[in-house]
């Protein structure tokens, strides 16, 4: 059974735009963040480092990418899907989709490595913990 996407829509405002009125690219990645943290939200969690077991883990993007297929403009109203598209053992890989209309206008990814922060500043892979692996889940299958 495929993950359920989390939906949440976001209005774009005029400082978004460029020059020709259309959605700058890069406003997309940060509409990706904007969906993961309130996916997030709804499964109890934050994207904001964590105390667990005495250690800080979070989980730092190592990969993002974005495709356009028709611009945005100001005041245009986007649904943001998010889907979590692989839940591996020391990352997650969330899937991306914006609709205007019920029209697809771009899709993207980003991977997120679950890691520790080390006592010199580092940081280190380990396993996403059982207690946010079972969160991360999706609750219609059980599975991501």
């Given at each position: 059974m495929a993950a359920t996407p989390f939906r949440v829509t976001r209005r774009v405002e005029f400082h978004e735009t460029d020059m020709a009125g259309i959605v700058h690219f890069s406003n997309f990645f940060l509409w990706m963040e904007y969906g993961e943290v309130?996916?997030?939200?709804?499964?109890?969690?934050?994207?904001?480092?964590?105390?667990?077991?005495?250690?800080?883990?979070?989980?730092?993007?190592?990969?993002?990418?974005?495709?356009?297929?028709?611009?945005?403009?100001?005041?245009?109203?986007l649904e943001i899907t998010v889907t979590v598209a692989r839940l591996g053992r020391r990352s997650i890989t969330y899937a991306h989709e914006f609709r205007l209309?019920?029209?697809?206008?771009?899709?993207?990814?980003?991977?997120?490595?679950?890691?520790?922060?080390?006592p010199d500043g580092g940081l280190e892979a380990i396993?996403?913990?059982d207690e946010?692996?079972?969160?991360?889940?999706?609750?219609?299958?059980?599975?991501?």
């Open positions: 309130e996916f997030l939200r709804s499964r109890g969690l934050t994207v904001a480092w964590r105390e667990q077991g005495g250690e800080r883990i979070g989980f730092p993007r190592v990969s993002a990418q974005c495709d356009y297929r028709r611009p945005v403009r100001f005041e245009d109203v209309g019920g029209e697809l206008v771009a899709s993207g990814s980003v991977t997120a490595a679950c890691c520790r922060k080390l396993d996403i913990p946010l692996r079972a969160k991360l889940q999706d609750p219609a299958s059980g599975v991501a």
